[in-house]
C-alpha cells in the first residue's frame, strides 16, 4: 500500500510505469456530485515517495489506461475527456464529436508534455490500453458521451531511437 499522493481524491485517472516509478495523470475530482476535470500529475518512486510532477496540457479524464510505456523513457496517453463538453453532454447526445484524438507524450526525464501525434480514428475512453505485437490495442469503450462501442482500435506506435 502506497502512501497517498498529495492531491485531490479521484476516479477515471490514467496510471503508467516508467523508470521503476508509479505515475498517476488527471481524472476527475467530485464536489457536492459535479464534476472537477484534473489535469495534474504525480510520481511515487520506491524510498522516495511522491513528487508533484509537470501538470499535462489538458485533462485526459478516462483514457485508456495505462499509459504505453515507449522505451522506458516516455509514457503515451491516447485521447481521454477534457471535460469542455461535459456540460453538454446530454444536449449533444449523437451530436457529440467524440472525445480527444491527441496522443500526448511524457518525457520522463524532462517532466514535460509534447502532442506526439493524433490517433485516426475516434479515441475511446473507458478502456484498458493492451499491447499484443508491439501494436497498442484499445478494445472497446466510449467514443461519445454514453455511447459505447464494441470496435476494437489497433494503433501502431512508430517506436523511438533511444534518446
Known amino acids: 500500500v502506497l502512501s497517498t499522493w498529495p492531491g485531490s ?3 477515471l485517472s490514467v496510471a503508467g510505469t516508467a523508470e521503476g516509478s508509479f505515475y498517476l495523470f488527471s481524472g476527475v ?25 509537470k501538470d499535462l496540457p489538458a485533462a485526459v479524464v478516462a483514457a485508456p489506461s495505462p499509459a504505453y510505456n515507449l522505451n ?26 467524440g472525445f480527444s484524438r491527441e496522443i500526448l507524450n ?8 509534447t502532442v506526439a501525434g493524433q490517433v485516426e480514428a ?5 478502456t484498458p490500453l493492451l499491447v499484443w505485437n508491439d501494436k497498442v490495442v484499445l478494445p472497446g469503450g466510449e467514443v ?6 464494441s470496435n476494437v482500435l489497433i494503433v501502431s506506435v512508430k517506436n523511438a531511437e533511444s534518446k
Open 106 to 113: 511524457y518525457d520522463v526525464a524532462a517532466d514535460s508534455w
Open 122 to 126: 475516434t479515441a475511446p475512453v473507458t
Open 29 to 53: 475530482a467530485l464536489n457536492e456530485g459535479k464534476r472537477k476535470y484534473l489535469n495534474d500529475a504525480f510520481k511515487f518512486t520506491p524510498g522516495k515517495g511522491w513528487q508533484k510532477i
Open 9 to 11: 481524491p479521484r476516479m
Open 144 to 149: 461519445r458521451a454514453a455511447t459505447r462501442t
Open 72 to 97: 522506458d523513457a516516455d509514457l503515451l496517453i491516447f485521447g481521454g475527456d477534457d471535460g469542455k463538453l461535459a456540460d453538454k453532454a446530454a444536449d449533444l447526445k449523437e451530436n457529440h464529436p
